[in-house]
C-alpha cells in the first residue's frame, strides 16, 4: 500500500511503505501547472532520493547521495490506456530537458526566457512521457547542493572549495547552487547508467502513483550518446524480467518492465562501425559541401587504418577492457588504454571538419553563431527562481555537465563496445527500434547511421537488408524523408535536420514516433507491422540533394551561451557597453540596434507590431499556421506567433550537447 503525504503541493512517498529496500530510498514531487498547459493535463515534477550504497542493489558501489530529478507529463488526450515514454538525454552528460524544450516537450520558450507556449508536435499527444536526468549531476539531478559562481562562459566556482572560489565576482557572472563537481561523486560507465537507471526506473515505477494510465508499455527513446546508454539498458531490463520470471529475483520487490519500443535519434553506438564514415560525411555529402580538402581526407583514411591507428587501438581497448555487463569504470589500466584510443580517434578522424568553420551539430551553418534565435531560451526559463520553486528543484539548472562529460573520457567509454550487439539482443526478443537521423549532423551522421543499421545482427537482419527505399509520408511535406524497415528496425534519414531533429523538423519527428510506438509502418502509418514486414523497393538507393540553408549576415547573442556570440558582441557584454534584455544583447555601445528577437530591428529602427504585420503581409508566407518573417526585416529568418512573440522555423547552429571525443 502506498504512504502519500500531502504537504501543501508536494507529495513524499517514503519506501518503507512501498519497496522492501535496505536502504532509505523515497521520493517527493510537485504537481507542475508551468508548460503544459492543455486544460486537465496534468504533470509532475521531482526528484527520486537515493542515500549512500543504495546501488549496491544492482552490484554498484556509491559512497554519496544521489537526487535523480524527473519530469512527468500525462498525454494530452488523457487516455487511460496511453503507454509510458521514458527519454534520457545523451551527452555524455546532457539533460534530458534539453530534448523536451528544444524538441518534443509539450512547450517551447518565448524571446523573454520568462513565459511558453503550447509545442503543437509534442510527444505526449499518444503517450504519458518521463523525463529523466538519469546521471547523478546532470541537469537538476545532483549530489549535494554547494553555493557559488558561474562564469560568464559557464565555469563554476564553489564557495567551498577556497582555493577555486572567486575573489570577487567577474563582469557576467552569476551566483547560484550548484552540484558538488566532484568527478567521483558521478558515473563513468554506460554499464553503470544502465544499471543505476534501471533502478530509479524500479523505484518511480512502483512508488509514483499520480499515473492513470493502466497500460504496463514502456517505450525508451534518447539521441546522440544516448546510443551507448538506452541499448545497454533496455539489453539489461530483459535480462532481469527473466530473472524474475525464474523466480531469481522478488518479484516483492521488482516489477517486470514491459518494453514496447526503443528510439534512438542521430545516436552514437558502435565507433569501429561508425566512424570510417565521416571522412566521406565530410567530402560528399548530400549538400554539396565540401568541408575537408584531398589532403585531410588521405589523412583520415591513414589514421583510421594503419597500424597502431584508430582502429587498431579500439581493439586493443576492447581486448583489455573487461565484457561490458561487468565494464563499471574501474579498471584503470583499461580506461587508460580506451581513454588514449578515444583521444587518438577524436583528435585525428572525428574532429576533422574543425577548421573547416562548420558545426559539427549542422554542417549548413557556422560553429560560432546562434542561428535559431531562442534555440537556448530554455537556459534563462529554467534559472528563474520561481520557475525552479515551480519544478521543486534547489540548484540552478546546467545543460551540460562537464564533471559527467570528463569522467566517460577519462573511462573511454566511447570506444568500449556492446552497445550494438545490445541492439541485437533487443529486436531478437521482439521489441522494435527505431533510428532516426537528421542527415546535416555531422557528430552522429546518418551514413554512419546506415552503417550501423547494417551491421545490427540479429535474427531477422536478412529481412531488414533487403528491404527496399521508400518516401515518408507527412501531410503537407513533398520531401520529408526516406527510410527502410524491416524485422522490427526501421532507419529513417530524415532531410534538412541536424542532430536534433525534433527542433528542426518537429512535425516530421512527431509522425515517426507516433507510428513507431504504435506499431505502423514507418513511411504511410498504415499498415501493423510484425517481424515479416518490410517496405519495398520504391528507390534504387538513398537519394536525394539540397542546398544548405541560407545564412544571415548578422545573429543575435544570448549572453546565457556567450560562446555563441560573436567576439564584438562578448567584448560589449563584459564591459557593460551593450543593453541587455531578456538575456538577449539588444544595443551597441552607440545605442544602436543589434538583431535580436526581444526587440527586432532593421538597421537602427526598431520594429513595432504593425511593422512586422507589414513585413508579414508583404514579403511573409503561410506555412500552415506558421508566418515567415522575411529575413530582411529580422537578419534571420523566424516566425511570428502572437504578435511580437517569435518562436523558431527549424534552424539551428549550434547544439549544447557534449561531443565525446
Known sequence: MHLILSLGFLYVCLVHCELPFRYNVHID???????E????????????????????????????????????????????DAPLTVVLGGGPGASTLMQLFRENGPCKVNADSNTTRLNKWSWNSESDMLYLDQSVQTGFSYDRVEEGTQSAFGKVFLDVNSESAESEPTPGSRRGFFSSNDPNQT????????????LYLQIWLRMFDRRQSSNPTINIWSASYGGHYTPTLVKYALEQNARLESGALSSDQYLKMHIGSVGLTNACVDVPVQLPHYAEMARANTYNLSLITQADYDSVQQHLTKPHGCLEKIATCRAAAPAQADD????????????????????????????SGKSAFDIGYPDNVLHTP??????????????????????????????????????????????????????????????????????????????????????????????????????????????????????????????SVGMQQPQIAQTIYNRAIAGLDIATGSIATDERYATFHEYP????????????????????????????????????????????LIADERGECITNPVRPCVGNKELSAWD??????????????????????????????????????????????????
Open 612 to 661: 512586422l504585420m507589414v513585413q508579414m503581409g508583404s514579403k511573409g508566407q503561410s506555412s500552415g499556421s506558421i508566418l515567415l518573417v522575411s529575413a530582411t526585416a529580422l537578419g534571420y529568418v523566424a516566425c511570428v506567433g502572437i504578435v511580437g512573440v517569435l518562436c523558431v522555423k527549424g534552424l539551428m547552429g549550434h547544439m549544447a550537447e557534449t561531443f565525446p571525443w
Open 187 to 198: 558515473v563513468n560507465s554506460t554499464q553503470s547508467v544502465a544499471q543505476s537507471t534501471w
Open 541 to 584: 538507393s538513398w537519394e536525394w540533394e539540397d542546398e544548405p540553408p541560407p545564412v544571415a549576415e548578422s545573429n543575435p547573442c544570448y549572453t546565457l551561451n556567450l560562446g555563441l556570440c560573436s567576439e564584438r558582441q562578448q567584448h560589449m557584454f563584459l564591459n557593460g557597453s551593450g543593453t541587455v534584455q531578456d538575456f538577449f
Open 328 to 355: 563499471f569504470g574501474q579498471n584503470e589500466t583499461a580506461n587508460a588504454i580506451c581513454h588514449e584510443a578515444n583521444f587518438y580517434c577524436g583528435k585525428h578522424i572525428a574532429n576533422m571538419i574543425s577548421a
Open 374 to 499: 531562442l534555440m537556448d531560451t530554455y537556459f534563462g526559463y529554467l534559472n528563474q527562481r520561481h520557475i525552479q520553486e515551480a519544478l521543486h528543484v534547489p540548484l540552478n539548472f546546467s545543460a551540460n555537465s562537464p564533471v559527467v562529460a570528463h569522467a566517460f573520457s577519462m573511462s573511454g567509454d566511447n570506444v568500449k563496445g556492446g552497445s550494438l550487439e545490445a541492439i541485437g539482443s533487443i529486436l531478437d526478443s521482439g521489441i522494435s527500434v527505431t533510428l532516426m537521423y537528421g542527415d546535416r549532423d555531422f557528430a552522429c551522421n546518418w551514413l554512419g547511421g546506415k552503417a550501423l543499421s547494417q551491421a545490427i545482427h540479429w535474427s531477422k537482419a536478412q529481412t531488414f537488408r533487403s528491404a527496399g527505399i521508400q518516401d515518408l509520408t507527412v501531410p503537407l511535406y513533398p520531401k520529408a524523408a526516406q527510410l527502410q524497415q524491416g524485422g522490427g528496425l526501421s532507419f529513417i534519414r530524415v532531410y534538412s535536420a541536424g542532430h
Open 29 to 35: 514531487y510537485k504537481s507542475v501547472t508551468i508548460c
Open 37 to 80: 498547459e492543455t486544460p486537465g493535463v496534468e504533470s509532475f515534477s521531482g526528484y527520486i532520493h537515493l542515500p549512500p550504497a543504495t546501488l549496491k542493489e544492482v552490484g554498484l558501489d556509491q559512497s554519496y547521495s544521489m537526487n535523480i530529478h524527473f519530469w512527468y507529463f500525462q498525454n494530452r488526450k488523457r487516455k487511460e
